[in-house]
Structures are given as C-alpha cells and as structure tokens.
C-alpha cells in the first residue's frame, strides 16, 4: 500500500487531492543527525563565523529527538572530537569512563582462550573513552545549535529532489496522514521541501536516500559491495545458514561462563540492534556528485577490527563542511549544474588520516574468508598487520553481496536454541518493548515489498522464510492462511527497530526499507 510501490496517480482515492509542497531555501541540508551529519554542521558554523559569513545550515533528522535512534558499542575514540571542539573537557562532553584494560579472547564451548593486544594492533584502546553514544550525539546537537545550526527531528527526509539538469536540488520530508491502506484521511498533510546548494547525505549505515543515489549517480560502479554486521554483537550479516537467528545468538552468547560472570546479578535496562558497514576500504563508493556528497556511516568509513566508525564518520564530516565552504564562499567559483558538485572533498578526505587508517587494515575482514577461516585471518592480522602495518601490496576481496550469501535451507542444520532463563537471556518481543519503539499504527508499511508473492514462493520455500530469523525485533512471521491452505508473511512494521538487516539480508532483495512517519521508530537514551 506504499506509495512507492503504487503510485497515486493511479489511484482514485487521490484524486482531487492538493499536492502542492512548501519549499524553504538553505545554504546546506543535511539529512541525518548522527556524529557526521552534526560534526559537519558544526564545522560548517565555526568556518562561516570565522569569516564572517551569512550561512544558513539546516538538520533533518527522522528520531523523535537529536539522539533516540543512535545505537553504537561505543569505545570512542577521540581523535575527530579532538579536532572539531578542542575544549570539549569544558564545555561538558559526556566522556567519562576512560579505558584502563582490554581483554581479548576466544571463546570455546565452554571456556576463554585469552589473545594478547600487542601495542600497535587495531584492538588496542588506550586513550579511548566508554561512551553512551546517543548522549554524546544529544551534546553534539546542542554544541551545534549555539553555533546557530537549525535541527529538526522528528522530520524524515523521503525523497531527494533534483534539478531540470539533474543535479540534487534537496529533500523533501515525508507526507503525514496517510491510512494504512493507502488512502488519504481527513488529517492529510503533504511534506515540505529544503532546497540547498549543497546537500550533505549522513543517513546512517544503508540510508535510505543513499541506496537510491547510489544508482542514478552510478556511485558504486568502481568499488565492492558492501558488507555488513548486525550490532547486537558482531555478527557478521554473510553468515550461510538461514536458521541462524542473530537474536539468539546474542542469547546464547551471554550464558558463555566468561561473559555470565559479568552479566550475574545485573537488571535489563534498554535494548536496541543496527547494521553497521564492514567492507572498509575495498567498499567504499564514490562520495560526491553534482549537488551533494556522502559522509559518515552512509558509505562507510568504519574501521572493522577496532570495531570503530565514530571517529572516522566524524572526520568525514568535518572534512566534507570545510570544502562545501571553500566552495561556496568562493566568489570566482562557478558551477556547471545547478545544484553544486564538491569534488574537492573526495580528494582531501584520501589525503586524511582516515583514508590511511582504512587502507592499513583493509585486508583484515577478508581474511577471514580465507580457507583458514577465524584462525587463519588472525593469523594475517599478526603477521601482515602487526609486522607490515598494512602495506602489502595486495588486496583482498570480499566474497560478495550478504544477500547472496544464505545456503538453501535443506543444506543446513537447523539450529536449536535453548529458552530464555529471564535473568541473563530474554525473550524477542520483551526485548523490542525495551527499546521505547513506536509507529503511528495506521500509516503504509515503511516495509515495503516489491513483489508480495516472492516471501512464500522463494524465500519460505527454498530458505525457511530467513526474515523470520535475522529480524532482531520480530516485525515478520509466517502465519497460516486464513483458508488453512498456505501460509502467508505478516509483516509488523510498529516494532521495526530501523536496523535495516532485513533490506539488506533479505535473499531475493524484495524487501525496501523506507521512511515511517517522522519521529516513529526506536527512542533509545544513550545506547
């Protein structure tokens, strides 16, 4: 019932209905409120008044407040805040728990096989700092407004516009008011639309606008395909058999006697799960195009064996605001498209340190896809990493887009998972309530299908329905026909937690991830 899916210009229940959007005009528009979207907006702020320029920056970001849908492990490292607010001490940024240990190991059945940190490796976090990310963003938010940067949450960004010439013109924000089959109710309000000259896309890992960018500008034609992990823990989204459940696994793995000990006696407060980039260096797209740019977890900056991308999408920010400025305030620079293109930024963030850091350690996460599998690519990391700090003169690929990587489901094993004691492990659905997840239940399905009979006929058929298994937020389940004759999917988009493994785990990539009504989604504080 999504317009996407059924335009309303063939549908009656339309017509007669004005569509006519506001239009408001800005300098820059960047969709997302995350660490690069703000750290971009901040940096633009600081540029314009330190040269005493007029310039109007506005934020969409589609959670209810600056912060509820960020979800991160979060060991950050603070190189890019560094640079961006050198006297963050003072001003009060919630960094407060420095690291004093790491420990690393591999865990058997039932016991832990300690590995030494060696000084120099990736996993090693002296200097870094525990942090409840979606607080820091809250401080980041606040920092930018100061600055004088417009934030608006709770408006999502649906549709990128373009010019005549077709550069990107803006964005516009999803229309209100829509019933969930598709008509108009009475309430019905269209979107409105920000036009910038430049518009800044830091939509957070698999945006959206992004995967749609990515096509008409052909962004990903010189680079591999992105791979994921879902952040319950890392587990990798390429794994094979389709009755894996990341959910459980999670589970499973707190019961594990060197995490139990941890966890014993401890209360549940908040749960969440996102999909984050892993295909570093070897995956990441072309960032800029005529009238905009990526920056951030969008294209995917993180840095897979810190498990860290904070710092990184952070600098990508700051990097993109410093040449959309030099660009737009630069009285001799003439565009030739209407929307302006910022080349300048590509080049300076492959001179950055991040391009560095990315290049060294680029061979790390293939490795593993090695015929040694785990032990083998630890292998590599201490010889080719440790030793050479990443300046082999290869580089790995990887093995390919998650969505094709699940093996039918008569190959596999089933797997059996043990019940939720309530104490350390916990069932699905009192997990997703923890979350403070919810949609206004009567508008379209953001999860949309573009072909409804695709879930029964492949993916139940031939791999046991995996949606019903990678979901950590239990929005699909087959359920039997109302005839009694089949099964059919029942999707239950109110508990979408906006992690996107579904758009991107789904097999037959029938699945499309779209915007809810702004504000719906996760409210997460501090995760």
């Not at 649906?158 to 229309?175: C, P, Q, R, W």
Request: proline share 7%; aromatic share 10%.
């Amino acid at each position: 019932t999504h317009y996407s899916v059924c335009p309303r210009d063939k549908d009656a229940r339309w017509e007669g209905v004005t569509m006519e959007r506001f239009a408001d005009e800005a300098d820059v528009v960047i969709v997302g409120g995350g660490p690069a979207g703000l750290s971009a907006a901040i940096r633009l702020k600081q540029l314009a008044n330190q040269h005493d320029k007029e310039l109007r920056v506005c934020v969409v970001e589609k959670a209810s407040q600056i912060g509820a849908h960020i979800l991160s492990g979060a060991c950050l490292e603070p190189s890019a805040l560094i640079e961006l607010i050198p006297d963050w001490k003072e001003r009060g940024a919630p960094l407060n728990t420095p690291v004093t240990e790491d420990k690393f190991g591999i865990l058997t059945k039932k016991y832990r096989i300690p590995v030494p940190i060696l000084p120099g490796l990736p996993m090693n976090n002296h200097g870094n700092y525990i942090v409840r990310l979606g607080h820091l963003v809250r401080w980041l938010g606040e920092q930018a407004e100061e600055l004088g940067v417009e934030l608006y949450p709770g408006y999502a960004a649906s549709e990128v516009l373009f010019h005549e010439d077709g550069s990107v013109k803006g964005i516009a924000t999803n229309d209100v008011g829509i019933s969930k089959d598709g008509s108009p109710k009475d309430v019905f309000e269209r979107g409105m639309e920000l036009h910038a000259k430049v518009t800044v896309f830091g939509e957070g890992c698999h945006g959206h606008l992004a995967k749609q960018l990515y096509k008409r500008f052909k962004l990903r034609e010189n680079c591999e395909p992105q791979t994921y992990a879902i952040g319950l823990k890392e587990v990798g989204l390429d794994y094979q058999n389709p009755y894996l459940s990341p959910f459980r696994e999670f589970q499973r793995w707190k019961h594990h006697p060197s995490v139990a000990s941890t966890l014993k006696g401890g209360s549940r407060i908040s749960y969440g799960a996102r999909a984050l980039n892993e295909g570093g260096f070897q995956s990441v797209p072309k960032l800029t195009f005529p009238g905009g740019v990526l920056i951030g977890c969008s294209p995917g900056f993180m840095n897979v064996p810190k498990i860290k991308g904070t710092h990184t999408a952070m600098k990508s920010g700051m990097l993109a605001a410093e040449c959309i400025f030099q660009t737009i305030t630069d009285e001799n620079f003439e565009s030739r498209t209407a929307g302006i293109h910022v080349p300048k930024y590509e080049e300076s963030l492959k001179n950055s340190w991040v391009w560095k850091e990315l290049y060294s350690v680029r061979n790390i996460r293939p490795s593993f896809h090695s015929y040694f599998g785990l032990y083998g690519g630890m292998i590599y990391t201490g010889i080719f990493y440790w030793i050479l700090r990443g300046k082999e003169p290869w580089t790995l690929k990887h093995i390919g887009e998650d969505s094709n990587q699940l093996k039918p489901a008569k190959d596999c094993t089933p797997i059996e998972y043990p019940k939720p004691d309530g104490k350390l492990s916990f069932d699905l659905l009192s997990s997703v309530a923890l979350s403070g997840t919810n949609h206004e239940h009567d508008q379209p399905p953001h999860l949309t299908l573009m072909d409804d009979s695709v879930p029964v006929a492949k993916n139940l058929a031939v791999y046991d329905g995996p949606e019903q298994h990678f979901c950590p937020a239990g929005v699909y389940e087959y359920v039997p026909l109302e005839s009694g004759d089949g099964m059919r999917l029942q999707i239950n988009a109110q508990n979408c937690v906006h992690c996107k493994t579904c758009d991107i785990k789904d097999p037959s990539q029938n699945i499309n991830w779209v915007v809810p009504e702004g504000g719906g989604g996760p409210a997460y504080n501090g995760m």
